[in-house]
């Protein structure tokens, strides 16, 4: 038979052991919230400590080779059937994204400034300041660098919650306290099918970039071409220009020694003025095609530019077919129109899988003062998918497959277009600039001359001097029209048919809603 003191002592102890696993439960909370703090300060210090990311390297896909055709509709039918992201998904062979946290916060910023002193360039130096400087580019970069962060965020699992519980408080000796650990179990592989379907968005980006690369290589060419004829047609109308200067002198001094009448010395003098202001606008031509041509470079102005003549461009006949085949190999938008597909394949498989149930585990330990003994609880629970099976984001993933589909077939139809209208323009110049060059030309120059010793023989009026000399400068700027025609068709050839170099390039548009889908459920 127990004493007072001894029940009082029992009681005692069991005070003790109350105050002591609340103690501990104190502590516990409190070394987890250290932990916690110590691991943002960690994460805070490694983020200080990486450098800033250096802009996205200029991307180096191998276009020379075919680009893959899209899956027939028959698989996109079967793609339908799959159950789980593992059957009829891609992956693309991407390396791994480390999670390294610099690509967030960046001291620098991604485009770059070209500080450079400047004389005369070369079409060559134009096109690399060019790849260095225009802001588009920057921008591609840009969407690169969130695609692959995006891809890392969107297959994190998702964080723990820990923390304490405490029932029956107000019921004095009977309340239970204690701590819990819970976590979400994402099942299905939607994690790294998000990452898929990232990795592919990624891929796309990257096509998107060397596409706007070719966009402003093209630009430039074109560009620097229409600068190039600008300078000939100013050369052409000085000439011009000199010619009729000497020929109003001529008029005047005939009209003095009363050999002619005023209507020559007046019709000199139209001429020359329509000399002098064809060379003026020769002159405004120039000033704004340079203008032009620093901007789609990405500087302020150009200084002095390298004139190359435009008589360089071979005069080749191209076989259209092979130029076809060779463009839609090496597009790099048709590349991405199908890169497309693939993504649009992923996300088909990842929402197939959608509906597979996520797990929540729930463990909690702590003390039961009724019971005067500790104690584990369990709980493991998932959704039942009996209302919503994600049937309608399966049908609409679907659908964008099948459009990505048809996108790449209007691709093709729209590079053959472009080729056309840009094939017609090549040969029509090609055509002009062989018959001006070898046969209108010629012929107007000498007839000029013959004219000129006629008239000084006084067998030509001078009116028909006029006439021939006028002649003789529009087949000449024709000519140059022409071979500027000639050289900017076979810019946007070898270019891909690709132009805009200062459009903006396309945005991506995945986010990391898929990260949130796959946590939720639903």
């Known amino acids: 038979m127990m004493t007072v003191s001894t029940v009082n002592l029992l009681k005692r102890r069991g005070t003790l052991r109350r105050i002591s696993f609340r103690c501990l439960m104190v502590t516990a909370i409190a070394v987890t919230g250290c932990v916690h703090t110590s ?3 960690n994460f805070t210090q490694k983020t200080a400590k990486v450098p800033a990311p250096a802009p996205v390297t200029q991307p180096q896909p191998q276009i020379e080779k075919s680009v893959p055709q899209p899956e027939a509709k028959s698989e996109a039918e079967s793609a339908v059937m799959l159950v789980s992201g593992e059957e009829g998904s891609e992956t693309v062979a991407e390396p791994a994204l480390q999670p390294i946290p610099e690509s967030w916060i960046s001291e620098e910023p991604l485009d770059c400034q070209c500080d450079l002193q400047l004389g005369a360039v070369s079409l060559v130096e134009l096109e690399q300041i060019a790849l260095g400087s225009n802001p ?5 970069e840009a969407s690169i660098t969130r695609a692959r962060n995006l891809k890392y965020q969107v297959g994190l699992k998702p964080n723990p919650t820990v923390g304490m519980f405490a029932q029956q408080l107000a019921d004095e000796g009977t309340d239970q306290v204690g701590v819990f650990y819970e976590q979400q179990i994402v099942r299905g592989n939607k994690l790294g099918l998000n990452r898929n379907v990232l990795a592919h968005a990624t891929q796309s980006q990257i096509w998107e970039l060397e596409a706007q690369r070719q966009r402003v290589l093209t630009d430039v060419r074109v560009a620097y071409f229409e600068l190039c004829a600008a300078h000939q047609r100013r050369n052409v109308a000085r000439t011009f220009a000199e010619v009729t200067q000497k020929g109003l002198e001529v008029a005047r001094v005939r009209f003095e020694s009363q050999e002619s009448t005023k209507v020559e010395v007046m019709q000199a003098e139209v001429q ?3 000399a002098t202001l064809t060379l003026a606008q020769a ?16 500087l302020p102005a150009l200084s002095e530019v390298m004139i190359e003549p435009l008589q360089n461009t071979q005069l080749v006949e ?6 076809r085949e060779r463009i839609q190999c090496n597009s790099p938008e048709f590349a991405f129109a199908v890169q497309q597909v693939s993504q649009a394949r992923a996300e088909l498989s990842r929402q197939q899988v959608q509906a597979v149930p996520n797990v929540t585990v729930n463990v909690g330990t ?26 309608g984001n399966i049908a609409a993933a679907y659908a964008e497959y099948c459009r990505a589909t048809h996108e790449v077939e209007r691709m093709q139809n729209d590079l053959r277009s472009r080729l056309a209208l840009v094939a017609q323009r090549y040969d029509s110049a090609r055509a002009a600039v062989m018959t001006y060059e070898q046969q209108v030309i010629p012929q107007a120059q000498s007839a000029y001359e013959l004219a000129s010793s006629a008239y000084q023989l006084g067998e030509f009026s001078f009116i028909e001097i006029l006439v021939l000399r006028r002649t003789l400068l529009d087949v000449q700027l024709k000519a140059i029209e022409a071979r500027k025609e000639l050289a900017q068709a076979r810019a946007e050839i070898d270019g891909l048919l690709l132009r805009g170099g200062l ?10 809603e898929l990260r949130g889908q796959s946590l939720s459920g639903e």
Request: aromatic share 2%.
């Open 503 to 512: 459009t903006a390039p396309s945005e991506l548009s995945t986010s990391d």
């Open 272 to 274: 020359h003025r329509e």
């Open 39 to 41: 691991s943002v300060n």
């Open 136 to 140: 588009t580019l920057r921008q591609a």
């Open 318 to 323: 191209l076989d259209w077919d092979v130029e």
């Open 366 to 391: 702590g003390f039961d003062n009724g019971t005067d003994a500790a104690m584990v609880n369990l709980q493991v629970g998932g959704s039942l998918p009996v209302r919503n099976a994600n049937e």
């Open 283 to 298: 002159e405004i031509a120039i000033t704004m095609s340079q203008r032009n041509l620093a901007a789609i470079v990405g």
